[in-house]
């Protein structure tokens, strides 16, 4: 891990943990995704321990609202609801 940055989410797909991280960069939200699947030889190992999404820890919050907001957080984006 590094120093300064925290796990904010944990995904199931690299693909929805790449595109929370693409959404976060472009609003300006430094984020980095970690996936310990032995450098892509084991996807399945990914599975076991999920793939993280990390962001700077004076970023959280933002980051935290901003997925909210768009729909990546938790509950119904349709129905405006949240879990």
């Not at 609003?27 to 892509?40: F, R």
Request: aromatic share 4%.
């Amino acid at each position: 891990m590094i120093d300064g940055m925290t796990v904010l989410r944990t995904f199931g797909s690299e693909i929805e943990a790449e595109m929370a991280a693409a959404m976060l960069q472009a609003y300006g939200v430094e984020a980095l995704v970690t996936t310990d699947d032995a450098g892509g030889m084991y996807p399945q190992m990914a599975q076991l321990r999920g793939i993280k999404l990390l962001v700077w820890e004076k970023d959280v919050e933002e980051a935290q609202a901003l997925l909210e907001t768009d729909g990546a957080g938790e509950g119904d984006p349709e129905k405006g609801t949240d879990a």
